[in-house]
């Protein structure tokens, strides 16, 4: 791997970390988001740190170019956020779903009181 390469990924690696831990503490990011990007963070970090473990651990798997084993993690990692994300959806759109029905029966019931309160005699002295 070149120099060039090695501080790109160093670099890219810390950026990302950066932005990740930037966003939780200020509290536009929840943990259990930040979790796949703090992950694949730190593995990146390891990675340029040490980029030996990549070349050992794609050899140790079967991988015939260690890339090939990069663009597998990635595509696993973004996979899982994906999979995080459409189940948090479903959950928001089922919760939606129910505000919206009892928003619906709670104005029914204010405009059945109104025309009740409507119809009472008006005692005016």
Same mark, same amino acid.
């Given at each position: *791997? ?7 990924g *160093? ?17 536009? *990011?929840r943990e ?9 963070g730190v593995?990146?970090?390891i990675i ?7 070349d050992?651990?794609a /050899? ?12 597998f993690?990635?595509?696993a990692v973004?996979?899982?956020?994906c999979i995080?994300?459409?189940?948090e ?20 019931e204010?405009e /059945? ?6 119809k009472?005699?008006?005692? /005016?002295?």
């Amino acid at each position: *791997m070149s120099l060039t390469t090695y501080i790109f990924g *160093m670099l890219a690696a810390l950026f990302t970390l950066a932005v990740v831990v930037d966003l939780l503490r200020r509290g536009r *990011m929840r943990e259990r988001h930040a979790i796949w990007w703090l992950l694949a963070g730190v593995l990146a970090l390891i990675i340029g740190i040490f980029p030996g473990i990549l070349d050992w651990f794609a /050899e140790l798997i079967g991988v015939g170019a260690p890339v090939n084993l990069v663009f597998f993690v990635s595509i696993a990692v973004l996979f899982l956020v994906c999979i995080q994300h459409s189940t948090e959806l479903t959950n928001l759109e089922s919760k939606t779903r129910t505000l919206a029905e009892r928003s619906a029966l709670q104005q029914l019931e204010i405009e /059945e009181l109104r025309d009740r309160i409507a119809k009472l005699p008006r005692n /005016e002295e």
